[in-house]
């Protein structure tokens, strides 16, 4: 009977490794305002050396969640879902979806300072309008 190796390494350390040794990097990659629209975000995730594409937010009866990317099929008439990514833990799950919640509530924060900066006139408000002379 062969040996097998049982030995487990160690992931090389990074700025912010989760429990499993991975670290995960979440971006919104866009912010859906139309109007009636339950989808409020598309976002991205790194996840160690994997990158996952097409996550949404959406506004649910009971307030924000994380919708996994998903192909759809029909089977018996009725239109089915699968997820095409999804994490396999339930603190892997945590910890992607509140980065991703995470993500999209300083994604509004930031975006509503910046609203708010250029109703003030910008960061030459107050500025005298100087003319160049000769």
């Known amino acids: 009977m062969a040996k097998t190796n049982t030995q487990k390494t160690k992931a090389p350390e990074t700025d912010a490794p ?3 040794g991975y670290e995960v990097k979440v971006r919104i990659d866009r ?3 139309y109007e009636n629209s339950r989808v409020k975000a ?3 995730a790194n996840v160690g050396p994997f990158a996952v594409h097409g996550i949404r937010v959406i506004e649910g009866q009971k307030g924000l969640f994380v919708q996994m990317p ?3 099929y029909t089977k018996d008439g009725k239109t089915q879902y699968s997820d095409i990514f ?3 833990t339930s603190e892997a ?3 992607l979806y509140n ?3 995470n993500a999209y509530q ?3 924060e930031n975006s509503q300072a910046a609203s708010q900066f250029e109703e003030l006139g910008g960061p030459d408000a107050d500025m005298p309008d100087f003319g160049q002379t000769m």
């Open 18 to 20: 989760t429990r499993a």
């Open 86 to 88: 999804h994490p396999t």
């Open 70 to 72: 998903q192909n759809s």
């Open 106 to 108: 300083q994604q509004l």
């Open 99 to 101: 980065k991703v919640l």
């Open 42 to 44: 598309i976002a991205s």
């Open 31 to 33: 912010v859906v305002d």
């Open 93 to 95: 799950r945590t910890e």
